[in-house]
């Protein structure tokens, strides 16, 4: 992957909430959980300002909501709240290695995070501080990776990391197909004309508009999330050019 690793002074990682999975069905595994702190430390000490936009669906997808008979809003509504709990969890992970990490919602959830104000969070990465971006957009019917572009458009991240379960972007489903494409790396335009779904296209669409690159990684694995950030060796990086 043709990359500047040295220009990534803010980022933006996306981290699904199936990454948090691990090997479990459900919820929250413990070594992934840990794994993903132990490495956001070492970016931490490295001065890299970091801001993570987390996923819920380890615990509720807002499109699980049919299943149930709850309309689809409501449905999105339980799906951001599944992001504060992933969100308080990791926040709690940092702070036991000693990261001020603040957590920052779209909804309003005084008790246990602040609200998103984009002064105020330029502000926590002038003092060091990580920031967990929870609640989605705050509205249903937009994605987390959504979420993502708008908050490095926002506070001008040199780049988005999307942490998931799979090693990089393929032209179909490699475990359907196995004549499926591996792509090292891709322009938003054919992304989004090849209709790939690797990614949202809102938000893809958002960061062809800002040219904000795009690195989708595995995060499982040892030093996958230091690899794909200071390595730039891992993953599929969407881009022009």
């Known amino acids: ?25 459900y919820g929250i595994d413990v070594s992934v959980m840990n794994n993903i702190a132990d490495q956001l430390v070492v970016l931490w000490k490295r001065s890299i300002e970091i801001g993570i936009v987390i996923g819920g669906g380890n615990i509720f997808r807002g499109t699980e909501g049919e299943e ?47 609200p998103f104000i984009l002064a105020k969070a330029l502000s926590h990465f002038k003092k060091q501080r990580v920031i967990i971006f929870a609640g989605g ?13 708008l908050r490095a458009i926002e506070l001008k991240a040199d780049a988005i990391f999307k942490a998931t379960k799979v090693d990089a972007i393929y032209s179909d489903d490699p475990l359907k197909n196995k004549n499926a ?17 690797a990614m949202d296209a809102t938000a893809v ?14 995060i499982n694995g040892k030093n996958n999330l230091l690899k794909a950030i200071l390595e730039g060796v ?8």
């Open 234 to 241: 891992i993953g599929t990086i969407i881009k022009e050019g």
């Open 137 to 149: 957009t705050g509205l249903p019917f937009f994605t987390t990776d959504t979420t993502a572009a």
């Open 1 to 25: 992957m043709e990359t500047n690793l040295l220009t990534y002074k803010r980022i933006i990682l996306k981290l699904s909430g199936e990454a948090l999975l691990g090997d479990k069905g």
């Open 68 to 114: 149930l008979n709850i309309d689809r809003a409501t449905a999105d509504y339980m799906g951001m709240l599944a992001t504060e709990i992933n969100a308080l969890a990791l926040q709690g992970s940092l702070v036991a290695r000693g990261i001020d990490a603040r957590v920052m919602s779209s909804l309003s959830l005084v008790e246990i995070a602040e």
């Open 181 to 197: 494409k591996r792509y090292s790396k891709i322009s938003y335009t054919k992304f989004l004309s090849r209709n790939l779904k």
């Open 205 to 218: 669409s958002l960061c062809r508009d800002y040219n904000i690159p795009i690195i989708l990684f595995n």
